[in-house]
């Protein structure tokens, strides 16, 4: 990766950078430890619902020894006009190194990582744009679980037009050699996806693939019709994994889920932590990915070094 302060999409980053993180989260797995050059703050700036994210960006600060402050968009001067921008800036003179923002307009990154801005920055997911800390996790998962991507069946299914995480991943996929390959509604899918993979029916792929990667159905940003239209019952049995279905997939194949699940809608609630899940996997990852990507960004500024090195020779 270039030497940048910020780590906002996937397209920054290099087949050499992912295999970095994966090797450094690997690191932090297996103990690894770093110190601060000084006392270092970070603030989480989430504008939508969270759960997994959020915490697993605190406690990824926290454990590389990092203060976390505080932030309530509710509460902020957000709601009285002030710019995401101006935020920033303001957090930054009174001290913080670190921002990590979710937020619902995709690309908002866009004048922060072109402007003045000292702290580092990294997004937590934009819009339906971008999660690159998701799409690390999920490398990290899937290379845990076969150790290359170079020929790997990927299968993203579901409610593709409004997931950051199935752009992210059809992107790095795509860049690591496997082949990406897509489901669910077809009203949800978009030409933007046909140079990444190729549109099948579900029934078509499951007994052909080593991922199988669900996705949630995004009702906050489907159309008041399309919610009222809904029936999960339905979209279930047409493009959820069924019992029925989990029998036909190869013995080493592996179900991913970014989550929340929505259990009986994306995938029966008996296979969430099924044999062949690695859900709640993906989630613990998530902490090792996180302080890779913060470390990488600190090391950059001179304000971390290694103290502990087990099983890894990684350098930030």
Known sequence: MQKQNY???????????VLDFIRSAQAFKHGQ??????????????????????????MAERRLGMQ??????????????????????????IGVDLAVIR????????PLTTSDLTLSLINAGDGSGQHPSQSLLDMLTIYEEFGHFDGLKVAIIGDLAHSRVARSNMM???????????????????????????????DTLVSEMDVLMFLRVQHERLTQANNEAFDAATYHQQYGLTKARAAKMPANAIIMHPAPVNRGVEIASDL??????????????????RMAMIAKLLAQRDLLTITKTEASTWQP
């Open 68 to 93: 976390v402050i505080p932030f309530d968009p509710k509460t902020s001067s957000v709601t009285k006009g002030e710019s995401l921008l101006d935020t920033l800036k303001t957090v930054q003179a």
């Open 33 to 58: 430890t770093v110190q601060l050059a000084r006392p270092c703050f970070a603030m989480n700036f989430f504008f939508e619902n969270s759960t997994r994210t959020h915490t697993s960006f605190e």
């Open 7 to 17: 780590i906002v999409s996937v397209d920054q980053l290099t087949n050499g950078d």
């Open 172 to 202: 790095l996929l795509n860049q690591l050699g496997a082949q990406v390959f897509f489901s669910g509604p077809e009203e949800w899918t978009h030409a933007e996806f046909d140079q990444y993979g190729t549109y099948q029916p579900l």
């Open 103 to 110: 937020h619902p307009r995709d690309r908002y990154y866009q």
């Open 272 to 289: 969430v932590e099924a044999p062949q899940s690695r859900i709640f996997q993906q989630m613990a990852n998530g902490v090792y990915v």
